[in-house]
């Protein structure tokens, strides 16, 4: 017989629309609803440590995605919004706070006179280097209670669903 887990405040919701409304199959609102519970709650936490070095989640997303790049932590502007699901309108505002901040710069592209780069400054590099120690640190702790086998088998799960989403071909296909 299995384990009987704890009841979380989804089951809370699931058990008010199945006595609301018994004619609707409200089963696809349990994953949905714990995705986001779950991401709002690991969010939080993560913000935490990002504002221990002054960041926001997408200041560090923008510095640790210029530092995943590799020397020389350069990139064009639209890989940037790419990578990072925003808008170029978007992506120049938060460049320019980027810049203000010292964090980065912009520079023209050799390759192409009518584009920028945007490259991490010794200061941005070492902030993000900081940062992403105490990222990974806080993810580890945030993780810590769940049984090493139940984690790689969430991973495995999220990231089939993330191919769907995404609309890509799973790895096991």
């Keep these: ?93 938060r460049l320019k706070g980027l810049e203000t901040s010292g964090w980065v710069a912009r520079l023209p592209n050799p390759v192409d006179a009518r584009s920028m780069l945007v490259r991490l400054t010794p200061a941005g590099l070492a902030l993000i280097d900081r940062a992403v120690v105490a990222h990974v640190k806080n993810e580890r702790e945030i993780l810590a209670l769940i049984p090493a086998d139940t984690l790689t088998s969430l991973d495995e799960r999220l990231a089939e669903l993330l191919c769907v989403l995404e609309d890509t071909p799973s790895a096991t296909s």
Excluded at 20 to 46: F, S, Y
Excluded at 51 to 75: H, I, K
Aim: positive net charge; proline residues 5%.
């Design 1 to 93: 017989m299995g384990k009987t887990r704890q009841l979380d405040s989804v089951d809370v919701i699931l058990e008010q629309w199945r006595r609301e409304r018994p004619d609707l199959d409200v089963m696809p609102m349990g994953p949905i609803g714990r995705l986001k519970r779950c991401t709002a709650l690991v969010q939080r936490k993560l913000d935490q440590v990002f504002s221990e070095f002054g960041l926001s989640s997408w200041e560090f997303d923008v510095l640790a995605t210029l530092r995943r790049a590799g020397a020389p932590y350069c990139l064009a502007p639209t890989v940037l919004f790419s990578a990072l699901m925003v808008t170029s309108g978007t992506m120049t505002h």
